[in-house]
T-cell receptor
Framework: NAGVTQTPKFQVLKTGQSMTLQCAQD?????MYWYRQDPGMGLRLIYY???????DKGEVPNGYNVSRLNKREFSLRLESAAPSQTSVYFC???????????FGNGTRLTVT | KQEVTQIPAALSVPEGENLVLNCSFT??????LQWFRQDPGKGLTSLLL?????REQTSGRLNASLDKSSGRSTLYIAASQPGDSATYLC?????????FGAGTTVTVRA
């Protein structure tokens, strides 16, 4: 079972460039999430999608946009990358509220 | 805003010793508390989820307790093994949003 798959695994961008991080899950989960992880700061929620067709802001949404393309896929877009967005980005999914989260292996993004 | 704290930040124990990892949170109005394991360069793996109405959950050598009134959770790992070396994170759930602690990095010495 693949679980949660994120692409790409690594990416280097120049300031001002744009890119989309892809995430897909094969567990038929309703809810999907994007987190960023920075040293000493834990994980912080960027956006989430409680169910197909809905998206909501998390703790740190500025500079990002998301699309819940269908039940399986949830993408994160950086329109104009900034060095402050250098981080490890994790996608996660859960069957429903109050269910365990399943994480992908992350995308390591560097913005120079 | 929910604040989640994990102390200590790092812990080193000899093989066979029991591990006790602490997590504290500031707002007791929670849906659940989850414990995760993270290996270097990898994503998080869910270990245990405690619903707000529960006091503890057990899975194999792992046991997690929850005391909402005092804002604390403890993860116990019995008879630690070198393979338990990892970073352990707790997260407190409020609706769909999880607030994470910074984690405790555990090293189990053979």
């Amino acid at each position: 079972n693949a679980g949660v798959t994120q692409t790409p695994k690594f990416q280097v961008l120049k300031t001002g460039q744009s890119m989309t991080l892809q995430c897909a899950q094969d567990m038929n989960h309703n809810s999907m999430y994007w987190y960023r992880q920075d040293p000493g700061m834990g994980l912080r929620l960027i956006y989430y999608s409680a169910s197909e067709g809905t998206t909501d802001k998390g703790e740190v949404p500025n500079g990002y946009n998301v699309s819940r393309l269908n039940k399986r896929e949830f993408s994160l877009r950086l329109e104009s990358a900034a060095p402050s967005q250098t981080s490890v980005y994790f996608c996660a999914s859960s069957a429903r509220i109050n269910s365990p989260l399943h994480f992908g292996n992350g995308t390591r993004l560097t913005v120079t | 805003k929910q604040e989640v704290t994990q102390i200590p930040a790092a812990l080193s124990v000899p093989e066979g010793e029991n591990l006790v990892l602490n997590c504290s949170f500031t707002d007791s109005a929670i849906y659940n508390l989850q414990w995760f394991r993270q290996d270097p360069g990898k994503g998080l793996t869910s270990l245990l989820l405690i619903q707000s109405s529960q006091r503890e959950q057990t899975s194999g050598r792992l046991n997690a307790s929850l005391d909402k009134s005092s804002g604390r959770s403890t993860l116990y790992i019995a008879a630690s093994q070198p393979g338990d070396s990892a970073t352990y994170l707790c997260a407190v759930g409020d609706d769909y949003k999880l607030s994470f602690g910074a984690g405790t990095t555990v090293t189990v010495r053979a």
